[in-house]
């Protein structure tokens, strides 16, 4: 590891990059995180119906992502706002992925919700307001699925892969690392995209990191160029928000692509995916060796 960190990391030993485990890959049914190529996971902030929630999936699907994103149990800012259809909107998820053959991840509030959860789930969403929640990330560690775990808006990185060796010292090291974005001074955008987090990431933890352009941006006409910077940068992926009639959103409608908008960014990404992959061959110590 880079002197620069003298130990800062390395201490979190499960989850920190070594000589000896460069990268790990996260399996999700047949799709690697973390391996040859960036997964995309798009979907609604929030499942709001089947129509809507169906006719995302075969969207997003038809556009290259691989992953339905899609929140069940909300963590709303307001109390007054819509928490999500709780088990209902998981047996839309489980609909969904029979429709389109996506896999799904949702978000786990609460260490009590983690068993009924898991039956459905693929990955299991770790949101930045529970970063810190500890006898949630253990309870997660036990859980036998893959964690998405997203980093808290006033987390620094040394935080955010404290938590992951959480998870994993409760059992549990298929974990993806999420970039949503912090809080800071600047005001114009929902939360700062922290670019660097993931340059960072790579270099000290073999976990792979994906972004979420749509919760650093808050606003949708950001999103397709922070991604391409993802892209850009190396990350394994992006979690998007995506819905059929944005303005009509329950949750996040300013910062969620409409289809077309979706359509026109994975196009867009194109020549950023090649680059992603030249950039990959002539280095290889980027890429997952004799991963687990
Ligand atoms: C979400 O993914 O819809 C969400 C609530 O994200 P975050 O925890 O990053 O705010
Ligand atoms: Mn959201």
Redesign the pocket.
């Known amino acids: 590891m880079h002197p620069q960190w003298n130990g800062q990391f390395s201490c979190f030993d499960l989850v920190a990059r070594t000589a000896h485990q460069p990268c790990s890959i996260v399996r999700v049914r047949d799709l690697e995180i973390g391996g040859d190529e960036p997964v995309v996971m798009a979907g609604p902030?929030a499942v709001e119906s089947e129509r809507q929630l169906l006719e995302t999936a075969e969207a997003v699907a038809r556009a290259g992502a691989r992953v339905l994103?899609g929140?069940a149990y909300?963590?709303r800012s307001s109390p007054y706002s819509f928490q999500g259809l709780g088990i209902d909107g998981l047996k839309l998820l489980h609909k969904a992925r029979e429709a389109t053959g996506l896999a799904i991840v949702t978000?786990v509030m609460s260490e009590k919700d983690v068993d009924v959860i898991a039956e459905y789930a693929d990955i299991m969403?770790v949101?930045?307001?529970s970063m810190e929640n500890y006898s949630l990330l253990e309870a997660l560690g036990r859980c036998g699925r893959p964690v998405l775990l997203?980093r808290g808006m006033v987390a620094t990185l040394e935080d955010l892969l404290r938590s992951a060796q959480v998870i994993a010292m409760a059992g549990n090291v298929q974990i993806i690392l999420c970039e949503?974005g912090i809080r800071t001074f600047e005001t114009a955008t929902r939360n700062t995209l922290d670019i660097a987090a993931v340059a960072v990431l790579k270099l000290v933890s073999r976990l792979p990191v994906i972004i979420?352009p749509s919760?650093a941006a808050g606003i949708r006409c950001l999103v397709p160029a922070l991604s391409r910077a993802a892209i850009a940068i190396g990350a394994d992926g992006l979690?998007v928000?995506v819905h059929p009639a944005p303005e009509q959103a329950l949750s996040?409608g300013n910062q969620s692509l409409s289809f077309s908008e979706f359509r026109q960014m994975m196009t867009d990404l194109e020549p950023y995916l090649s680059l992603q992959r030249e950039d990959r061959r002539a280095r290889p110590e980027l890429i997952a060796m004799g991963a687990d």
């Open positions: 902030c994103r929140g909300k963590p978000e969403q949101g930045t307001r997203k949503r979420d919760h979690l928000e996040d």
